[in-house]
């Protein structure tokens, strides 16, 4: 089945610095990346997305790369902010169209 | 678009008893939602897959009579845990699954609390 691992885990960065969040998949057949911005007691918000016939996204000051042949994506997001503070999930589709989750990265965004 | 909401956002109840948890596609028709389940600092685990008209699908290790999962319409599926114990206390949060292929789009979560 799909394997989706995340890193770093937690990651603080000053306030108009950027922070690059990295995913790998195991499954190959793997064709939708999604990234989500889970707020304290909220529910997860779909930030952006990446089919595999894209290599690269963005929007505004988001954007999410992709590397089919490695199996790893990745989401930057520059010129942060405090509001961009929240923890981020990656996930990838598995054979049966599912969406398997990263462990998720803590972002903490200091003024 | 793609606003999903849920009901309630918080609840808490007795040990024995059952809670029905409602998860709404508010602007557009799902044929297919997911019941996940979240601890403190963890991922999302998926629950089940709940098709519109038709049985829902457990994942492994989820125990389909303890969690049931209607589908009755394009809009609304529902959760129900029943003979709720207190290790059934989490967060649970569905998803409705958009226009677009695979894309998900979650509800705000409810607070389920066992006491």
């Known amino acids: 089945g799909e394997n989706v691992e995340q890193h770093p885990s937690t990651l603080s960065v000053q306030e108009g610095d950027s922070a690059v969040i990295k995913c790998t998949y195991s499954d190959s057949a793997s064709n939708y990346f999604p990234w989500y911005k889970q707020e304290l007691g909220k529910g997860p918000q779909l930030i952006i997305d990446?089919?595999?016939?894209?290599g690269e996204k963005k929007d505004q000051r988001i954007a999410v790369t992709l590397n089919k042949t490695a199996k790893h994506f990745s989401l930057h997001i520059t010129e942060t902010q405090p509001e961009d503070s929240a923890v981020y999930f990656c996930?990838?589709?598995?054979?049966?169209?599912?969406?398997?989750f990263g462990a998720g990265t803590q972002v903490v965004v200091t003024p | 678009g793609a606003v999903v909401s849920q009901h309630p956002s918080r609840v808490i109840c007795k040990s024995g008893t059952s809670v029905k948890i409602e998860c709404r596609s508010l602007d557009f028709q799902a044929t297919t939602m997911f019941w996940y389940r979240q601890f403190p600092k963890q991922s999302l685990m998926l629950m089940a897959t709940s098709n519109e008209g038709s049985k829902a699908t457990y994942e492994q290790g989820v125990e389909k009579d303890k969690f049931l999962i209607n589908h009755a319409s394009l809009t609304l599926s529902t959760l129900t845990v029943t003979s709720a114990h207190p290790e059934d206390s989490s967060f649970y949060i569905c998803?409705?699954?958009?226009?677009?292929?695979?894309?998900?789009?979650f509800g705000p979560g409810t607070r389920l609390t066992v006491t």
């Open positions: 990446i089919r595999s016939n894209v």
């Open positions: 996930a990838a589709t598995d054979s049966w169209g599912k969406l398997q």
């Open positions: 998803s409705a699954m958009g226009q677009g292929p695979y894309e998900q789009y």
